[in-house]
């Protein structure tokens, strides 16, 4: 049984897409969409990124609805929520601690990335509380490459990650 759960878990339906890139060049700056990046060991080029595992974040396109709804923030975009990558048509939740090929570039899926304080100021009140559960995921780049509007979001297993 524990191995059909296994296997389940591990199953997508098929590749997402990567449908939204966004840099904010300095901290606190405006984000600024683009159609293709280079995303490097310690982030995006151009964006105010740190390496390790915050060196990109993700976000369901998906829950822009959600978000919206829930802070009352009907104009709210990608750029207000302040993620770099927005992703459609796969879970980003059942990636965490997956590897994924975005591109030319690996990532690991590290973990959620917890709204921040500007939510609010962005959003209006609630806008913090909003995002909670819908704030997407933190990456590290383990494979440098390009990124470029309607690329495939594919999971890795072992052996497709180590390039094997």
């Known amino acids: ?57 993700l976000i369901q396109a998906e829950h822009l609805g959600a978000i919206r709804a829930l802070a009352r923030a009907p ?9 770099n990558l927005a992703v459609a048509g796969i879970n980003l939740a059942a990636l965490r601690g997956r590897r994924v090929r975005i591109g030319g570039a690996v990532l690991r899926l590290v973990g959620p990335c917890a709204p921040c304080s500007r939510m609010e100021e962005v959003l209006g009140p609630g806008g913090h509380s909003a995002m909670r559960g819908h704030g997407g995921m933190t990456a590290e780049v383990l494979t440098p490459g390009a990124l470029r509007l309607g690329d495939a979001v594919i999971p890795l297993d072992e052996a497709e990650a180590s390039g094997a």
Do not use: C, K, N, S
């Not at 104009?75 to 993620?83: Q, T």
């Open 1 to 57: 049984m524990q191995g059909r759960l296994a296997e389940m878990i591990a199953r997508h339906a098929g590749p997402g897409e990567l449908v939204w890139i966004g840099l904010r060049p300095e901290r606190r700056g405006a984000m600024r969409a683009v159609e293709a990046a280079e995303l490097g060991l310690a982030g995006l080029a151009g964006d105010h990124a740190r390496p390790g595992p915050r060196a990109a974040t």
């Open 75 to 83: 104009g709210a975009g990608f750029a207000d929520l302040r993620r």
